[in-house]
């Protein structure tokens, strides 16, 4: 596996530890999801191109906005799909349940925002 | 070269034609910013591997917010050099060409700030 | 009334007009956000004052993300609260209504992020 | 003064102490500014009338993502006049000065994506 890769990994492996076991609200739209990730990880090796091809910086920077958007639109769809499904779920639930999950998810919203 | 490569090598040739030829501010620190995007693409595979592994959503958005983070930066990065290079450059030469690339760098960070 | 405030003023009119009447989940906390609130409105009079006192443009940029960041928190308490409350009650009510609900949590969240 | 203001006010004096004296770039704008500032205030004001009259909170939150993006354009439009001026005076000086004023610009621009 290459390097770069390696911290992604390490969070997928953590995350099984101690997050619900899926399938969860995503796992429905599995291959739209996929499909935009395949469109990033593209972009990722535009840039570089870009950047090997001396292309000038401000086309670069556009470039970037454009994939910030993307990862931005994947973070919502995901999002939506939690809201309806886990988020969903733990209202029926009640009680202390449901304030830690909206608490967690609160908590994604605001670590998106801030970057 | 896959279909999700596309759009960003439109963007490269239509910039080879309208601007400014190479090298640029940015060309001396060629190495360190691949290096940064490749680590970007590998956190795009890995959020891949997230999705089809089933991994629970809020884990995914935290590594979204990693990336969307990466990118940020290396944006960051090439706007110092193209502020400390480029519009230097056209400090030095004053008058309208000034003013141009003074705007051109507003819009690129105006597009950052609302994505 | 002040020009300045006719907007937000138009906005409570129309929102008066086809939105769910109140009191909703934020209002058991309305003293906390109304006291959030004139603590940003001190914000946009401090700044008025820096640049009326020729403050520099590097201060006076630091207030303005001050400000953001004030503004993004009272966002974020008032999503909290509505998604537990009005998000939750249409989880209860299920079908339609709820989608509805989560589709509009979600435009404003995206609003929040383009900005 | 009110207690709401405090924080922009020590930010004021500290400024005063240890950056450079105005008039600044920004100077020539200041109606301009002063205007956009006071629209912002009558948005934290009609924000305080929209919690009180219990408005439903997504429309409450359109308003939120409409004042920080009157925000956003004020420290566009003042970040744009610094780069013309204090950058630009530091770029013609050359050497470490320069340096520290993009590095400073940067700072600032950094803070305002991270909000």
């Given at each position: 596996m290459s390097t770069e890769a390696t911290e992604a990994t390490e969070a997928t492996e953590t995350a099984a530890a101690v997050a619900p076991q899926g399938p969860h609200g995503y796992s429905s739209h599995k291959a739209d999801h996929l499909k935009r990730l395949r469109r990033i990880e593209g972009q990722a090796r535009?840039?570089?191109?870009?950047?090997e091809e001396d292309v000038y910086c401000i086309d670069i920077l556009t470039q970037?906005?454009?994939s910030t958007k993307a990862l931005q639109s994947f973070a919502l769809a995901l999002l939506e799909e939690h809201i309806k499904h886990c988020v969903a779920a733990a209202v029926e639930e009640g009680g202390p349940t449901m304030d830690e999950?909206?608490?967690e998810a609160m908590a994604a919203i605001?670590?998106?925002l801030r970057t």
């Open positions: 535009g840039l570089q191109r870009m950047v970037v906005s454009a999950k909206v608490a605001s670590r998106l």
